[in-house]
């Protein structure tokens, strides 16, 4: 895992995954053609985390504002591109039906009033694009987020906010940690392999998305 303190820029100068998106055959729509059903078929949360296969990572940073407002950022998916450099574009798509809320605890949900909602994703870089859906499976006000893909890339991730045991009323302060677990398809793991994936993710995309967020939410929220 990584905060907010470790360095980036080493691992930035080695590997740029704008130039290996450019690798990647498009389909007539000049969108990244990754065929998905070359790998296994369907999104299963359980079989991704026994995926040998499977990417963990993680990272963190301390947000100098309360764990309210650092959720009520984070929970408005469509703020994503906002604060990830590689994000075209993310939008709701519906409502999680009841039958696909396996496991889910609704004490922590709909006694909130906080609906799980399906939204798809779309990864833009250089013109180029691929997309997946993901549904919401947990949502703790202020204090949790966690969500599984639907279709397309395999991932499921979760975001905790935990307000700092030092913190005052006159200054808030929140541990921000964010997880996620993911399985790359077999075109793309292929022209990875000379990369670290866990360090890239971790070291580049997951710590500048958080200092991002820190910054919008600073300059657009406070």
């Known amino acids: 895992m990584v905060s907010d303190q470790s360095s980036n820029n080493d691992c930035e100068e080695k590997f740029d995954i704008q130039d290996i998106l450019q690798d990647i055959p498009l389909d007539e729509n000049n969108e990244i053609d990754i065929d998905y059903t070359s790998d296994e078929d369907g999104v299963d949360n359980e079989e991704l985390i026994n995926n040998k296969k499977k990417i963990e ?14 959720f009520a950022a984070f929970s408005d998916l469509t703020r994503q591109p906002s604060w990830c450099k590689y994000l075209h574009s993310v939008e709701y ?12 605890n609704e004490s922590d ?7 799980l909602r399906s939204s798809k994703w779309t990864v833009g870089v250089k013109g180029l694009r691929f997309s997946w859906t993901a549904s919401d499976t947990r949502i703790i006000r202020n204090k949790r987020i966690e969500w599984a893909s639907t279709s397309g890339l395999k991932n499921i991730g979760s975001v905790v906010f ?3 045991s030092s913190s005052s009323q006159s ?5 921000m940690e964010l997880c996620f677990v993911f399985v790359l398809p077999r075109l793309v793991s292929s022209l990875y392999r000379r990369l670290n994936i866990r360090k890239y993710t971790e070291e580049v995309m997951l710590a500048d998305m958080l200092q991002q967020f820190r910054d919008v939410v600073i300059e657009e929220d406070l």
């Not at 200054?171 to 541990?175: I, V």
């Open 57 to 70: 990572c993680s990272a963190s940073i301390m947000l100098p504002f309360s764990a309210d407002v650092a």
């Open 109 to 115: 949900l709909l006694s909130q009033d906080i609906p």
């Open 171 to 175: 200054d808030s302060r929140t541990h």
């Open 162 to 164: 935990t307000p700092s």
């Open 93 to 104: 798509i519906g409502l999680v039906n009841d039958e696909d809320r396996d496991g889910t």
